[in-house]
Nanobody, 118 residues
Framework: QVQLVESGGGLVQAGGSLRLSCAVSGINFSYGVLGWYRQAPAKQREMVTRITARGTGTYVNYADFVKGRFTASRDNANNTVYLQMNSLDPEDTAVYYC?????????WGKGTLVTVSS
């Protein structure tokens, strides 16, 4: 079965950094689109970043609210996607989810909680 397992969340002070990881199994994630989403309490889930590999090129797009602070990357050899989060703000507090779209099917992890204190 396809599984996505996030890790790396925790408690951090404003201005600090965290690195999230998403381990993918059961599918070759060289195909499809990977992404990170987040959902804060009482708010709608929102897209943070999407990452696509085609040929030798890798393309990443970001939501405006994280540009310049977050960096997404993928390690095809280890079936892992990362989200480096810098200059964290309390508004970044949310559950962060890993997402994969492949052949019109969508897969989600269970999420990892990021809490940023002021």
């Amino acid at each position: 079965q396809v599984q996505l397992v996030e890790s790396g969340g925790g408690l951090v002070q404003a201005g600090g950094s965290l690195r999230l990881s998403c381990a993918v199994s059961g599918i070759n994630f060289s195909y499809g689109v990977l992404g990170w989403y987040r959902q804060a309490p009482a708010k709608q889930r929102e897209m943070v970043t999407r990452i696509t590999a085609r040929g030798t090129g890798t393309y990443v797009n970001y939501a405006d609210f994280v540009k310049g602070r977050f960096t997404a990357s993928r390690d095809n050899a280890n079936n892992t996607v990362y989200l480096q989060m810098n200059s964290l703000d309390p508004e970044d507090t949310a559950v962060y989810y890993c997402n994969l779209i492949n052949n019109e099917q969508e897969y989600w992890g269970k999420g990892t909680l990021v809490t940023v204190s002021s």
